[in-house]
Each structure stands twice: as C-alpha cells, then as structure tokens.
C-alpha cells in the first residue's frame, strides 16, 4: 500500500510552491519560500526541508509521504538531475533529487515542468484515463508533455517533449530563446503573442484599443482585455495564434494520433478567443485520417495549484519496496 | 516457448510477397503470388493458404509456425482490419487479420508497411538492442514507424507514425497524395526526388546529364546514376532533399528525442549523396540540447527480404497459451 500522501514542489526561477497532497488530488497545504534566496543551493535545500517539515508536522503527516515530486526547468527525469543552461542562482548540473532524498530521507522524482503538468493532467485532470494525449503548457514559453500509451514519454536521454522548439516558419522566422528562429514558442507563448501584438501594431493601420497602451510593456492578457471589448485587432491577434498552433497540433497528431490534447496555461485564460482558431485550424490542416478523432481541452487543474499538483503526482510512482 | 518459425507476408497492390523465417531473421523459404489477379478477397487468401501451405510442407514446417504477420497498407494493428482508402482491388473495410488466422488455423497480426519495417529492424536488423528509433521508410512514399521505450508507437487508434505527412512548406507546397500540400512525402519520396529534377531542370540553366532523359519520366535512380558521374545538378537534387528530410528529422526528435534514426527504401541506395546533407542538415537544425546525441543510420535489412522479414518480427508477439 502506498502512503496516503505525497509533496509536490514547483521549482521555479523566482519563488518555490510546495504542498502536501492526498491520493484524490486535494492540496491539503502549501506555502512557498524565495528560490533565488540563498547563495548556496545546500542552503535553499535547508530551507525547503524547514518549511515542508513543520508543514508535515502540522498535518500531522510524519510518516505517511509516499515520496516527493519535484518539476524543475531542465529537470532530467532518468538521472534526478538539474541540467546546464536554466536560469537558476547556483552552478549546474545539480543533482536535486539525490540530495533532497538524502535530507529529506524520502525517495525523490524528479521532471521538467511540462512533463509534471502532463502527469498531473493524468492523476487528477482533464487527461484521466487517457492513455494517448499530449499537453501543450501556453506560459512564458511553450512546453509539452507528451503520454503515449499511459507512459510518459521521456525519449533516450529525458529530453523529449520539447514541442515548443518545432520550426514552424522557415523562412523569415522570429528569433527564438534556444538560439534558432521560427520555433512555435516565439509565436505561441504569452511572450509570442505580445511580439504579435507589437507586429500587428505597427504593420496595420486600423483603430485599436491596443493603441492605447506602450507598445514595448504589452502582454498577452491586454490583449485579452481588448478582445473581450471587441476589438478587432486584438481578435485577430488570438486568430493568428491559435492558426499557427493548430498547424502545429496536426504535425503532432501524424507522430502519436493522440487522443487529445490537452492545453494548459496562462494563455488558456483568454478561452474561446485563442480555443476556437487553435480547433478550427487543427481540423483544417489535419490529415483526413485523423480528422475529427482528436480532443482539444483545456487543462482542468486549477491554475494555483497546478505545478504544485503535477510535480506531486510524480510522488505516486515511488513504489514500497 | 514460441514455435521456431514464423510467417511473414508483405502485401502490395501489385504483388504479395511471403515467406517462413526463422528466430535469427533467415528466410527459409520465400515466394509471391499476384495480388490484383482475384476479383474476389475469398480467392485470393485462398490461393495464398495453398502457396504457403506447400511451401511450409516443403520445409517440414507443419506445426511450427508462431504466427503469421503481414504488412500492409492502411492495415490497423488494433483492429486487424485493411481500413479504407487503399489501392488493393477489394472493397474496404477488410477484416484481414480475422480471415487469414481462421483459414490457416494460425494466429495473424496485421499493421502498416512501415511499422512492419520498423519492427523487423528491432527485431533483426541496425535497430537490435534500441529502445527509442524512428523508422523511416523513403520509397513511392515516405512512411514511417515509430518506437518508443521498446514499444511500437500505434496510438489511440492504430494510425500514428505518419510523418511523411507533416507539413515542410506551407506556403506554395507542392501537392501530396493525401489531399494537402507541402507534405514531406511530396519532397523526400523517391517520387518527390523526381519532381525535383524536373523543377531543377526547368528552373535553372546550368548543364546536366540529366538534360538528356526524358524530362517526364525521370526517376530517382536516373538522379543516383548522374550524381555518381559527377553532375553537380544531380547532385544539388539529393542535397535539397536531404536538406528538407534533416530539417523534419530535427523536428521529430523534439518529440521523442531517440537514440537514431533508421532510414530505409530504395532512395538509400543513392548512400552518402542522400545520406551526408541529411546528416548535415540534422546537425544543423536541430535544437541545443540534442546537437550529436542521435545516429542516422541506413537500414541492415536485405531490400529483397526487408517486407517480409519485418512482416514476419509480428508473429513472434504471439505468445502461446
């Protein structure tokens, strides 16, 4: 029998969220400490291990931690290790999950983002019982997670699911963070669609409400409010989005024919403005085989708890011995 | 323990090819029969029941067969049904797999040419000992299959691993067999090589050897033969179709980042004139994280046996009772 709960924790670049969770997906508590704090990893660890302690004692759950879930970016699930090249305050490669199993003496598992969300979708979401679907995570970037036939999919070296770094402008493509031009990323992501908004600014003349705002500080969700208002301009930016993601989607459905997709993120705030282009797209551009097979949902993990949730669900897979 | 053979039978519009082969991947005994030659699909198993009949007599093989595999086109592993949409000259959907373990009184598996090619390269061939590959199979079309932890990639309904189908160009794409345009198959088929060399030879001025065939039946082997005399025309062709298929491999391995790519097909033949722009295309396109961690490797299966050797790889999934 497993125990009955597990920690999650939400590695992120600025702040770490942790909880406590049961096997239905409740965060019976969670808080969160600075992750750039502490000049010194060992010391950021020590303080992960205060906090979560006297939350575990609260609860009254010694004992009873099945193990801990961590989602951290570049996180290599086969080797429990922090990988070069994130933006995080201490010296990589770092091998997280062996030195928080040490401190914690609860065994450890270790993911990137996106593959947490996708397990999370899986233990607790819109993805249960589903065994073919890929997770699209629309934020600051675009990450994937990618579950064929019940597992995830982790490729030879736990690097796979990097759907955000597919070419989808050849030619004349934006430049994208990973050093290459016209991934999906650098035009779907909250960070994309404000570069959209910035093009579309200066390469149309019609009215907008968008007009109104410093072109260089606007973000994905003004653009969201000047849709919900009407505004053309801003309507057309979602289309935009939601067509090329839906090119995308039909390329991913020939590799895996999932079941569905399943989107999560900031972005998804905006509903049907960016869900309706991104569905209408995809059955337009999608190989008549698979036309009309496919879901598109939106994640059903609440957005505050959704990182902690996913990287906990990591937690189940830690079998007693 | 599995009976010491199996058979493995590659079924083509034109022609079906069959044969007995063994643990270590040696055919024993191979013939063909006509495919289009029965009106009816009764008849036609029929004549095939008697061939391989005689032919396991032949070979002191009653009673030692595991399985019968057969590759075929559109064929679904789930269903063990030929779906719609084939060039075969019998009404679609036909319940292939249903009807050839009843008449033999042997169990059949069934799935599509490329997978069935994917499996015997796990099975027998560059792809032993590999976990996570990508078939690819550049012939009439571009097919592939596709294995992930061990496990041939089917999806939720039998039909994945289509990646002749993602989109390379889509703006003025050329047209596919599928009904879109821009697909890799248009350009990296051996087809898609000769639809080159005519845009090649309209386009551009420069002398070629290949100004001296006919211009509307040029083949990819007529492109190999002048390549290999030294035209620099003939030449740039495998370099711009080598360049697209590294661009698309680049792509695939942010999905599931495998240890190599198999290629396989006729087009191999052209070796180190297809193989080296991929290679260096691969290198070139493909993100960071992955730079020279995944082989591109040419299939180690016989051409001639290749159908039926990765045909007959699934009838060693049937376990007996």
Not at 135 to 164: K, P, R
Request: net charge negative; with cysteine.
């Amino acid at each position: 029998m497993a125990k009955p709960y597990v920690i999650g924790i939400d590695m992120g670049g600025t702040n770490t969220a942790f909880g406590i969770v049961d096997a239905r997906g409740n965060v019976i508590a969670s808080s969160s400490i600075k992750t750039a704090k502490h000049a010194k990893i060992e010391d950021y660890i020590d303080e992960l291990y205060d906090e979560i302690s006297r939350m575990i004692a609260a609860n009254e759950a010694e004992g009873k931690i099945n193990g801990i879930g961590i989602g951290a970016p570049n996180a290599n699930y086969f080797t429990g290790t922090i990988e070069d090249g994130v933006n995080l305050p201490w010296p990589t490669p770092i091998p997280l999950a062996d030195m928080i199993s040490e401190k914690f003496g609860i065994p450890c598992v270790i993911t990137n983002d996106a593959n947490a969300a996708a397990i999370g979708e899986m233990t607790y979401g819109a993805a249960r019982g589903l065994k073919d679907f890929i997770m699209i995570t629309l934020g600051t970037g675009v990450g994937s997670g990618i579950v064929i036939n019940g597992q995830m999919v982790y490729g030879h070296d736990g690097f796979a699911g990097e759907l955000g770094h597919v070419i989808m402008k050849r030619h004349n493509g934006r430049t994208c963070g990973c050093g290459r031009t016209g991934c999906l990323e650098a035009y779907c992501s909250a960070t994309g669609v404000a570069r959209t908004a910035r093009e579309f600014l200066e390469i149309r003349e019609d009215d907008s409400l968008l007009r109104d705002y410093d072109i260089d500080s606007i973000t994905s969700k003004d653009v969201y409010d000047c849709a919900v208002k009407g505004d053309k301009l801003a309507q057309d930016i979602f289309e935009y989005t939601g067509n090329i993601l839906g090119e995308a989607l039909a390329d991913f459905t020939t590799f895996s024919s999932p079941e569905a997709f399943v989107i999560f993120g900031g972005l998804t705030k905006s509903g049907e403005y960016i869900m309706r282009p991104i569905r209408e797209s995809y059955e337009k551009n999608v190989m008549g085989v698979f036309k009309g097979k496919t879901k598109i949902l939106i994640s059903e993990l609440k957005e505050s708890d959704a990182a902690v949730l996913g990287a906990s669900a990591l937690g189940w897979e830690i079998k007693e011995d």
